[in-house]
């Protein structure tokens, strides 16, 4: 069984930084592709990040240049660190990951970007 256990979050400012992590068991880490999304209030979830096995990323528009995903292959940590914060981007962010043919979500973790 794959476990994806969120740690960080939390309040913060416009123009804050954040960092998100996501600790993963049950699985080969090092060869599968990891994502983040988030959800919004009255929103569908989005796909926000993600990381291929060799360390390719690709962001959602909205993030470029302000967000930055990255994994740990020894720790089996993914991470998220969230600069320049904008009022949008408060939701509930989840790391994720496809193993064996099936989707494994994170538990959630509310990011609030607010003055």
């Known amino acids: 069984q794959v476990y994806l256990v969120q740690s960080g979050g939390g309040l913060v400012q416009p123009g804050g930084s954040l960092s998100l992590s996501c600790a993963a068991s049950?699985?080969?880490?090092?060869?599968?592709?990891l994502d983040w999304y988030r959800r919004a209030p009255g929103n569908e979830r989005e796909f926000v990040a993600r990381?291929?096995?060799?360390?390719?990323?690709n962001y959602t528009d909205s993030v470029k240049g302000r967000f930055t995903i990255s994994r740990d292959n020894v720790r089996n940590t993914l991470y998220l660190r969230m600069n320049s914060l904008k009022p949008e981007d408060t939701a509930v962010y989840y790391c994720?990951?496809?193993?064996?043919?099936?989707?494994?979500w994170g538990q959630g973790t509310q990011v609030t970007v607010s003055s």
């Open positions: 990381i291929t096995s060799s360390g390719d990323t």
């Open positions: 049950g699985m080969n880490f090092r060869l599968f592709p």
């Open positions: 994720h990951t496809k193993y064996r043919n099936r989707d494994f």
